[in-house]
């Protein structure tokens, strides 16, 4: 039987996340059993741990993560997700497509690209206008990679307390060091402004330059992902620190199309009509078209039907950019 020091070091190392420590108190455990003449024990806990010891060698090399949940004062500055959405759900343009596959790639590979002193492409910079998948980019590689994604909180992070915003963006970096992931910036222009702007507020370029050293100096396995709307006023700094810069667009006529397909693939829906709709929607965001389409499958749904009516995604868009307009 385990002794009650040992069972307290099993019950700390789990609740601080201690993997190594688990599997060696597992070990003392085992070892205490065959001395005491219990040796099928002893061999049943020897399994468990190298089952153990060999799923944690997986997660290093790029396997699954188990979904960590941020404790303490990072609980309120990372908001823990583990999404299961992939590349192939999302409608991109082609050079989209291709610098993400990239990504994935060289991020499976990185151990084999440091044996040559070469590090994979994992700090991003997704700009474009709202609705175009940046956000969804995050969860698509979280996805692919069976990684917990983190999203930043921004009401969390910066406060009016000179320095103790700088230090929160410490513990965020620290905490890509410790746990594996795809940490979210998202509407990163909340830091990521011009420093030399005319509402310069001095905190703020205080946060930026900590942010521009603590990501220049970040050596994690982590993907580090900033997203926002607003290109026009990021800090020029910024592209330089970055590995990759991805701009986000309105989808095209054929990616509309792909996209109402994509949508409404559960029902019927004629090539024409594809066509036709696909042009009806131009100007329209990715998120936008989603949201007509849903309220088309809704009418055909209650109607119970299997097929898509044309003007019934004609006035859903039409509706939708009423409202738009109306908000403007």
């Known amino acids: 039987m385990a002794t009650a020091q040992q069972l307290k070091s099993l019950l700390q190392s789990y609740s601080e996340a201690d993997g190594e420590m688990f599997v ?19 061999t049943e806990i020897k399994r468990l741990v190298d089952d153990i010891k060999t ?42 497509g291709e610098a993400l596959e990239l990504v994935l790639h060289e991020y499976r590979q990185q151990a084999k690209l440091r044996e040559h002193g070469l590090s994979a492409c994992r700090k991003l910079l997704l700009v474009g206008p709202p609705g175009v998948g940046k ?59 011009m420093r030399a702007g005319r509402n310069d507020v001095g905190e703020i370029r205080r946060v930026l330059n900590s942010f521009l050293q603590f990501l220049e100096q970040d050596e994690s396995d982590s993907l580090i992902i900033a997203a926002t709307n607003l290109e026009a006023i990021l800090d020029d700094a910024l592209f330089r620190r970055f590995d990759d810069f991805i701009r986000y667009q309105l989808p095209g006529e054929q990616e509309l199309r792909s996209l109402i397909e994509n949508r409404l693939s559960a029902f019927e829906i ?21 949201r007509a389409c849903d309220q088309a499958a809704k009418q055909a749904v209650l109607a119970d039907r299997r097929t898509i009516e044309t003007g019934e995604l004609r006035q859903a868009i039409e509706t939708l950019r009423e409202r738009k307009q109306s908000v403007r």
Request: hydrophobic share 45%; charged share 20%.
């Open 24 to 42: 060696s108190v597992a070990l003392q455990i085992a070892a205490h059993e065959a001395r005491a003449g219990k040796g099928k024990l002893a």
């Open 270 to 290: 004629g090539k024409h009509d594809l066509n036709q709709l696909a042009t009806i929607a131009e100007g329209l965001s990715h998120a936008e078209l989603c």
């Open 55 to 96: 799923k944690q060698k997986q997660a290093r090399v790029g396997g699954s993560v188990p979904i960590t949940r941020p404790i303490g004062e990072l609980s309120a500055l990372l908001s823990a997700t583990y999404p299961r959405t992939k590349l192939s759900e999302m409608v991109l343009a082609p050079k989209q």
């Open 135 to 193: 956000t969804m980019t995050s969860w698509a590689l979280a996805g692919e990679l069976k990684l917990p994604h983190f999203t930043v909180q921004f009401h969390s992070l910066i406060t009016k307390y000179m320095g103790e915003t700088a230090a929160k963006l410490f513990a965020i970096f620290e905490s890509m060091r410790h746990t594996r992931g795809v940490y979210l910036f998202d509407e990163f222009d909340a830091i990521g402004s």
